[in-house]
C-alpha cells in the first residue's frame, strides 16, 4: 500500500459521523460529549477493544507492575546500568499519564525526565542532537524523554520550524546516534503513542473544559487537530526510516489510557533482564495494542 492509500485509509468515513460530533463539541467549553461520540471516539483509529478495561484490574495490574519496576530499578543501580526511555507519539496521547505512572513509585534521586524547552539561541547553533546528548543517564540512572530530538521529525516539520533538508538530514543521522548511545552500553527504548482522531479530539475538548487540565493546552496542541494528515505522513517516514535493530520503535495504540500505561510499563520491564522477575505479569503484553513500527505502518497506521 502506498503512503497516499494509507493516508486516506485514516481519513473522515472510517471514522463515522461521531467525528464531525466531536470536532463541533471541542469548541463548547461546557458541552457534555454525547454516548456515540464516547462510542465513536474510543473506536476511532482502529481500536481493537469495546470499552476501557475495568478499574479494579487496572489498579491490580498497575500495582504489581510498579512493583516490578522497583526491582528493576533496584538491578539498574546495582549493575551500574544506563536506560533511556524515549516518549513520542501524537499529542494527547496519553504521554504525560504514562510516564507519571512509571515514575510514581520509583527513587526520584535515580530516574529523570528531561522535558526540554524550545531552544534557546545557543543551542540553535548546536549541533542538532548536542542538547540532548547532555541529558543521558550516568551509571545507575533512567532518563524518561518526554519527547525527545524526534520533534525534528515530527513538529518541527509539520509547523515550519525547521527546513526539509533538515528534516532529511535528521532521519538520515538519528539511526547512526542511536546505535552510538547502544554500542556505548545505553539500554534504549522508543515508544510511540498513537491514537485515533476523534480519540484526540475528544481528550483536547476536556482538556479544554477542564480549569485543571487546561494549562496541558498551547497552540501546538490546537495545530495537530487541523494537521493530522501533514503528521500522519511525517511519522510514517520516521518511523519508517529510523526503525533499527539497534533502536526498534514500538507503537502502542492509546485509546484506553489504562491498557497504554500497562503496555508501556511491560515493554520496557520485558527487555531488562532483573532477577526475580515476574514472567508471566510482565509477559502478559496485550498484542492486539502494541505493534512493531513493521505491523503499524503494514496496517496502515491504523494497526
Not at 504521554?95 to 530516574?111: A, E, M
Not at 534557546?120 to 550516568?138: C, D, K, N
Not at 515550519?160 to 535528521?170: A, I, L
Request: aromatic letters at 8%.
Amino acid at each position: 500500500m502506498t503512503k497516499q492509500g494509507k493516508t486516506k485509509q485514516r481519513g473522515g468515513k472510517k471514522e463515522g459521523s461521531g467525528l464531525a460530533a466531536a470536532i463541533a463539541a471541542f469548541h463548547i467549553d461546557d458541552a457534555e460529549l454525547a454516548p456515540e461520540i464516547e462510542r465513536a471516539a474510543f473506536a476511532s483509529g482502529g481500536y481493537p477493544h469495546a470499552g476501557k478495561l475495568g478499574g479494579s484490574l487496572y489498579k491490580a495490574q498497575l500495582l504489581a507492575l510498579q512493583i516490578e519496576l522497583q526491582k528493576a530499578q533496584t538491578w539498574v543501580e546495582e549493575q551500574g546500568e544506563r536506560v533511556v526511555i524515549v516518549f513520542e507519539g501524537r499529542d494527547a496521547a496519553g504521554k504525560g499519564g504514562s510516564i507519571h505512572r512509571f515514575t510514581q513509585h520509583l527513587n526520584s534521586r535515580l530516574v529523570r525526565i528531561a522535558a526540554l524547552p524550545k531552544p534557546s539561541p545557543a543551542e540553535l547553533g548546536q549541533w542538532y542532537f548536542q542538547r540532548y546528548v547532555t541529558h543521558m543517564p550516568t551509571r545507575g540512572e533512567i532518563v524518561i524523554f518526554d519527547r525527545s530530538w524526534y520533534n525534528r521529525g515530527g513538529v518541527e516539520p509539520v509547523l515550519g520550524f525547521c527546513k526539509p533538508e533538515q528534516t532529511k538530514q535528521f532521519l538520515h543521522e538519528a539511526p547512526h546516534f542511536e546505535a552510538m548511545l547502544a554500542r556505548d552500553g545505553i539500554r534504549l527504548f522508543k515508544l510511540f503513542l498513537t491514537i485515533g482522531q476523534a480519540m484526540q479530539l475528544k481528550r483536547l475538548h476536556a482538556r479544554r473544559a477542564d480549569p485543571l487540565k487546561r494549562w496541558k493546552l498551547s497552540e501546538v496542541d490546537y495545530k495537530a487537530v487541523e494537521k493530522w494528515e501533514p503528521y500522519s505522513q511525517a511519522y510514517d517516514t520516521m518511523l519508517e526510516q529510523t526503525d533499527t535493530v539497534d533502536a526498534p520503535w514500538t507503537i502502542v495504540k492509546g485509546n484506553d489510557k489504562r491498557r497504554t500505561r500497562l503496555a508501556v510499563i511491560r515493554r520496557v520491564l520485558a527487555d531488562l533482564p532483573y532477577p526475580d522477575k515476574d514472567e508471566k505479569l510482565v509477559g502478559g503484553q496485550d498484542d492486539s495494542i502494541v505493534l512493531s513500527a513493521g505491523q503499524f505502518l503494514a496496517r496502515g497506521g491504523e494497526g
